[in-house]
Every structure is written in structure tokens, then in C-alpha cells.
């Protein structure tokens, strides 16, 4: 984790899960599947180079930080290691850069294509469709994370703009950062966010990251 300010550790990479088996075995999670139904047997970890987890909600982000001990970010501290001890717009600096983090936008949206793939009818393409596992495994969709590896600042977290939305503690429901089809419609780079959707809400966009209070050396 990354200490920021002194104040709150924050995770480096976007979260992925692992699963704890009946036989006691540990082993990953799909970061293509929802975890519904199946909350109390995985957790959160940060790892670089691996798919993080979209897919879930942020009750169910929620209860995965905390059983591994965390919490999720609440906003000023999401907010503040996105902007880095510069206090910059995006992780990088003040001006967008073209392909620095995963926010090029795909040419075709990857709900339609995946629809167009399935034969999802039209009318149900935004009901049906947001949560199949297909969207996030297309080229040029979610990356690994910090594979972008210029869309950090100094306090070392990645892909805290595009990739995934990235949920935070906000029981009404808000996500953060943007994600690979978009970092702008709802605020640039570190200000993006979104309260569309409630807590309980997940489709193929939203992630999160972890964070917790530092220790206390006395």
C-alpha cells in the first residue's frame, strides 16, 4: 500500500479477489464473473499485473476490503492519491495525455459489440448485457493493472483514473476515476464521479481499491 499525506494507506493497484475453498485452498477469483451469491468467500488483494475485478458492486467491494482488513477509500482520501502531493487534475500532471492511463475509448462500445456477438435483442442490450464476462476480455478493453505504467504520481498508486470505476465509502452510491470508455462526461480525471447507481448496482465498468488507517508507532 501506499501512504499518502501520512494519513490513510491506499492500495497501489485497482482490487482483484481470491477465493478461500471449502478444502481451505486459496485461489483467484474470475475478474470476469459478479461475486453474487459467493461474498463471504473471497477478499480483496492489490497485485500489479493481473485483471483487477469489475463486475461488482460497492457493497459487495465493501465487505471484500474489510475481509482482508480494509476499508474502502472515503472520497477527500480517494481524491487525494489520485492527485498526487501536487494536487494535479489528472495522476500525471495537469494535462491530459494520450495513452498515459487506459481511457483512449474504444472505437465501438463494448456493450453493443458483445450484444451484436450474443444476439442480444436491441431492447434489452443495457439490461442484459452490462454484466456479460465477455466485455472486459475484448482487445482494447480493461488492461492489467499498471500496465499503464505513467498513470501513477509519487505516492506510487496506478490506474486511479480509466481502467475500472473505482467504488468508494458512499453507502448512496458513488464511484470514482472514470474507466476505459470514459474519464470526462462526469468530471476530469481525479474529479470524476458518478452517483447514478446505488450501492447495491454492478456492471462491467465498476471496480475499486482498498484503503486503511496507517499504524500508529507511539
Not at 83 to 91: E, H
Not at 102 to 118: C, K, Q, S, T, Y
Not at 122 to 151: V, Y
Not at 197 to 206: E, P
Request: aromatic residues 10%; charged residues 25%; hydrophobic residues 30%.
Amino acid at each position: 500500500m501506499a501512504l499518502v499525506d501520512g494519513r490513510v494507506c491506499v492500495d497501489r493497484w485497482e482490487a482483484s479477489l481470491v477465493e478461500r475453498l471449502p478444502s481451505g485452498e486459496v485461489r483467484a477469483w474470475s475478474p470476469y464473473h459478479p461475486v453474487d451469491g459467493h461474498e463471504a468467500d473471497v477478499r480483496a488483494v492489490s497485485r500489479p499485473g493481473v485483471t483487477p475485478q469489475g463486475y461488482i458492486s460497492g457493497e459487495q467491494a465493501q465487505r471484500a476490503c474489510h475481509a482482508s482488513g480494509k476499508r474502502l477509500c472515503a472520497a477527500d482520501e480517494w481524491e487525494r492519491a489520485c492527485r498526487g502531493p501536487q494536487r494535479t487534475r489528472f495522476p500525471y500532471g495537469d494535462e491530459r495525455k494520450s495513452r498515459v492511463c487506459n481511457d483512449d475509448i474504444r472505437g465501438a462500445h463494448p456493450v453493443i459489440e458483445v450484444a451484436l456477438r450474443l444476439g442480444i435483442p436491441e431492447e434489452r442490450r443495457w439490461s442484459d448485457g452490462m454484466n456479460q464476462p465477455l466485455i472486459n476480455q475484448l482487445p482494447d478493453s480493461l488492461f492489467q493493472t499498471g500496465a499503464r505504467a505513467e498513470c501513477t504520481n509519487e505516492y506510487g498508486v496506478f490506474d486511479m483514473v480509466g481502467n475500472l470505476h473505482e467504488w468508494i465509502e458512499d453507502q448512496n452510491g458513488t464511484f470514482r476515476g472514470g474507466f476505459y470508455m470514459d474519464t470526462s462526461l462526469n468530471g476530469e480525471g481525479c474529479s470524476y464521479q458518478t452517483t447514478a447507481h446505488d450501492f447495491r448496482y454492478h456492471d462491467y465498468s465498476t471496480g475499486f481499491r482498498c484503503c486503511m488507517d496507517p499504524d500508529r508507532v507511539e
